[in-house]
């Protein structure tokens, strides 16, 4: 929405200056293209939940409780009001709400 409107007006004002070229800045393409995330640290498929190795390290949560790769977990959370409509995390997972959080990762070879 923002992004089209800063384009949009770029496009008018480069209509106005007289200047035809069709220069797209960069700054106003949107990045929000979804990359393959596999190499950003997250665990494999079928690690035992709660090992060392159910870890995402993008989100510094259980890759086993971590919604954000996981959206399917969302409404299991939903379900045990441990869910935080305004930042759309677990509440337990909620650092913004709630600062004191840590979420430790398990120590290997448990
Ligand atoms: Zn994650
Ligand atoms: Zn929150």
């Given at each position: 929405m923002f992004a089209r409107s800063?384009?949009?007006l770029s496009l008018a004002l480069g209509t106005i200056s007289g200047c035809s070229k069709e220069e797209a800045p960069s700054k106003a393409a949107?990045?929000?293209e979804k990359k393959e995330s596999?190499?950003?640290g997250h665990a494999p498929t079928g690690v035992k939940p709660g090992s060392h190795e159910d870890?995402?390290?993008e989100h510094e949560v259980p890759e086993s409780q971590c919604t954000r790769?996981?959206?399917?977990l969302i409404p299991a959370f939903k379900a045990t009001n441990d869910w935080c409509?305004?930042?759309g995390l677990p509440e337990s997972q909620c650092k913004i709400c709630n600062p004191e959080i840590v979420i430790k990762?398990?120590?290997k070879g448990s």
């Open positions: 800063i384009l949009f949107p990045t929000s596999a190499e950003k870890w995402c390290s790769c996981n959206p399917d409509p305004e930042h990762r398990p120590p």
